[in-house]
């Protein structure tokens, strides 16, 4: 059973000691994947052994940051704010960032046991959940992670995009489908200022979307927004935001979701004033559809041409329940914001149904008996899926890392030899990056945006970033 945060903090405060024989011998930890989450687990336990460790952070990117860097829209400064904490974190000594590295392939689990007292995997969610729903697999449909990987940069997706589609829906009323509807609504010209590289400002100056519909089957009081990004839809003068006054509607579960959440009752609100007020002056239609269930994608010579829904209404507990009205919208793209996925991890135990590493709260458990894999522990989106916002990560983190230095008190873990991961791996031919290379990559992008005026632009291949990270901006 998972220690509570507080329990494990009062007993983890004083721990400093190690599974090796040598009890001043720092504590060697590899946490894999270098995202908020890792970098959180890593700062903590740092703090929680009062630094007699060393930690390997990996990651199969060049780069560290994870969903900071790849998976939040380009027009969100505010939220890449956290980066320079993150970055801050990173520069600790006892940190050593090891980049281009892909656990289960370039390195086997087995090994990296071999080389440390024990591996914390933190590789997020990054895949797009299916919609299981007729016409799902039309020319057309798009995972909106798909779409985020793109507009970000992330070297392992699309570098060009379709964006002919002059009517389109995004399924899905989560903050993923707002920065999917803002960024299909938005001209090319307003996204050119940010760090967007130039691959992807050319796909968007071709967009010619008109109208983006956003789909959910639920009310205004179950839409799962955050305020401040609710708001920002209504910042660009060129997109028209839309509610329908008749999509406005609460019942008991609802109105006590608003009593209970000052969140939820200020997206309400603003949806409300949405409803309200006159339409504004705009190239670009953003409307947002409530108690609407996608039941099918209609598709005409392979592609999609409509999406079916069936109008739903309230049953008292949160709940809807269809009442046999359909509509079918013209659409020619359908993006499905439905949620992330995690993968697995070759060597890891894997919930296929859960999408996640099974676990007890931070140790890696198997499958299906449910016992602990020693030295192996997990954290962020891979432990319990993808819900929650970035900060959720560090209260996970802690449990994690309770856990961890419990089993260390107890004598749980055996030691690590002394070889040095990095050695085995440029042995092997593998170019790995670092963190003075990762400093020099983000001067090169800071650079080049700079010389068109901006504060950085992305670098998108492999290659590229390979190549930065080696050599200084002449």
Request: net charge negative.
């Amino acid at each position: 059973m998972a220690t509570s945060n507080a329990a494990a903090s009062n007993q983890t405060d004083a721990v400093t000691t190690n599974p090796n024989t040598e009890g001043d011998k720092p504590l060697k930890v590899a946490v894999v994947g270098a995202g908020p989450a890792g970098i959180y687990a890593s700062d903590i336990l740092i703090k929680k052994t009062g630094g007699n460790v060393d930690i390997d952070l990996l990651d199969r990117m060049p780069t560290p940051f994870g969903l900071i860097r790849y998976g939040v829209a380009p027009d969100h400064p505010r939220i890449k704010g956290i980066i320079k904490s993150l970055h801050r974190v990173l520069s600790n000594e006892k940190i050593r960032f090891i980049g281009n590295v892909e656990v289960g392939r370039t390195i086997s689990v087995e090994e990296l046991k071999d080389h440390y007292d024990a591996v914390i995997f933190s590789t997020g969610a990054v895949d797009d959940r299916d919609l299981n729903i007729p016409g799902a697999d039309l020319e057309g449909v798009w995972g909106a992670g798909e779409f985020v990987g793109f507009y970000d940069g992330n070297p392992h997706f699309e570098r060009n995009w379709d964006l002919s589609a002059e009517q389109v829906a995004v399924i899905g009323v989560g903050n993923v489908g707002l920065d999917v509807s803002r960024i299909l609504a938005k001209t090319g010209d307003e996204l050119k200022v940010t760090e967007i590289p130039d691959n992807v400002y050319e796909s968007l100056a071709q967009n010619q979307a008109h109208t983006v519909r956003v789909f959910g089957r639920r009310g205004p009081a179950e839409a799962k927004f955050t305020p401040q990004e609710l708001k920002e839809l209504d910042h660009s003068d060129t997109i028209n935001v839309v509610v329908d006054p008749e999509d406005i509607d609460y019942d008991e579960s609802g109105e006590a979701a608003r009593r209970a959440s000052k969140s939820q009752d200020q997206v309400c609100q603003i949806l409300e004033q949405y409803a309200m007020r006159d339409p504004k002056e705009a190239p670009h239609t953003l409307q947002i559809h409530f108690f609407e269930n996608p039941v099918e994608i209609i598709g005409k010579d392979g592609k999609v041409a409509a999406l079916k829904t069936e109008r739903t209404e309230l049953t008292g507990d949160g709940n809807v329940q269809g009442t046999g009205e359909f509509t079918e919208w013209p659409v020619q793209a359908v993006y499905r914001a439905v949620g992330y996925r995690s993968v697995g991890i070759e060597g890891v135990p894997f919930d296929d149904q859960k999408h996640v590493i099974p676990n007890d709260g931070g140790h890696v458990l198997t499958e299906p008996n449910g016992e602990i894999v020693p030295s192996l522990y997990t954290t962020g989106w891979i432990k319990r899926g993808p819900v929650g916002l970035i900060g959720n990560t560090k209260s996970d983190a802690a449990e994690t890392i309770g856990m961890l230095l419990e089993d260390i008190a107890a004598g749980k873990l055996s030691a690590a030899d002394n070889t040095d991961l990095v050695e085995l791996l440029e042995s092997r031919g593998v170019e790995v990056t670092n963190w003075e290379g990762f400093q020099l990559l983000d001067a090169r992008e800071v650079a080049l945006g700079e010389a068109e005026g901006r504060e950085r632009k992305k670098l998108v291949e492999f290659e590229e970033m390979l190549e930065a990270s080696r050599n200084p901006q002449s």
